[in-house]
């Protein structure tokens, strides 16, 4: 008999779902039906908090459910938890959990699917078994398994839309993660695709529509146009935080370029260039920041990885 009790937190995802005849598919399956690779006298609590395409997560639904991990993680029966979530966004709520849960008493372990699980390669079943030993055996800490590995949180994010393998990190790095236990559903952080030649009209559209904070999804190291760039000072200027990243997947980011619309010229209006976090995970470190009235200075430290609260280790992704 395992000492304790599992929670697993189900929220939907494809690794609820099946197919339907027109081949569309949509989460239909509630958690109980999804558990793979329990041990004999396993204690399990499931908790059907979301049934919905994670595609579709609001700032507010993110926080439901880290709420419902918060919740469970400091029972003293609860000897791990478990996250069943949709790929789409599934590298926004894990971080979320690990930047407001900061360091849970027990582990605490995401995972989805990338095919359904009436698809001929459905991959849930041997995730969630992975998953399960990683409830097991895995440090305190909030973790992401999929593909046969085990990830940190910190710059993951998804890299391919059809294979089992679908999470990497952006740059193998050391970083410190800010423990924030706020609340981010009231919050607008807008994400603003700047594609080659970009005029201001997003960004301002964003600042008009009332954003509290803004990611940028730039060129190459963090590159735009000179346009840009002067909204940006705006918006700098009217108090409002700016986060770089880039559209490419992997790599270290640097503001190294000038020119008027380079790197270099957003961190000089003040923009903040996050080095590694792309910008989905950009997004809710900024909208945790904000969540707790964060000063520029801790943003920058933490967006920078270095903020002043809670280590993290070497980004690496371990083989289960």
Known sequence: MSEGHLVVIATGGTIASRRSPDGSSAPV???????????DGDDVRVVDALAADSATFT???????VDQVSRVVDDEGVRGVLVLHGTDSLEETSLLAAIQVGRPRVPVVFTGAQFTVDHPDSDGPDNIR?????????????????????????????????????FGHARQDAAVVPHLPGDV???????????PGADDLHVRASLAAG?????????????TTPTVVDAVRD?????????VSSRVPRGLLAPSYGGGGGGADLAEVGALHSPTLRPGQARILLAALLSTGADRDLIAAAVAGRAPVQPLGASTASSI
Do not use: C, Y
């Open 29 to 39: 399956l509630a958690g109980s039906a999804l558990l793979h690779g329990l041990a």
């Open 59 to 65: 700032l507010a639904d993110m926080q439901h459910i």
């Open 130 to 166: 992975d998953a399960l030993a990683a409830t097991r055996a895995a440090d305190a800490g909030v973790w992401v398994a999929f593909g046969g590995r085990i990830f940190s949180t910190w710059g993951l994010s998804k890299l391919t839309t059809d294979r089992a393998d679908a």
């Open 185 to 195: 559903s009231r919050l607008r952080v807008d994400v603003v695709a700047l594609p």
């Open 211 to 223: 954003a509290d904070g803004l990611v940028l999804e730039a060129l190459g190291s963090g590159n």
């Open 235 to 243: 918006a700098v200027t009217d108090g409002i935080p700016v986060i």
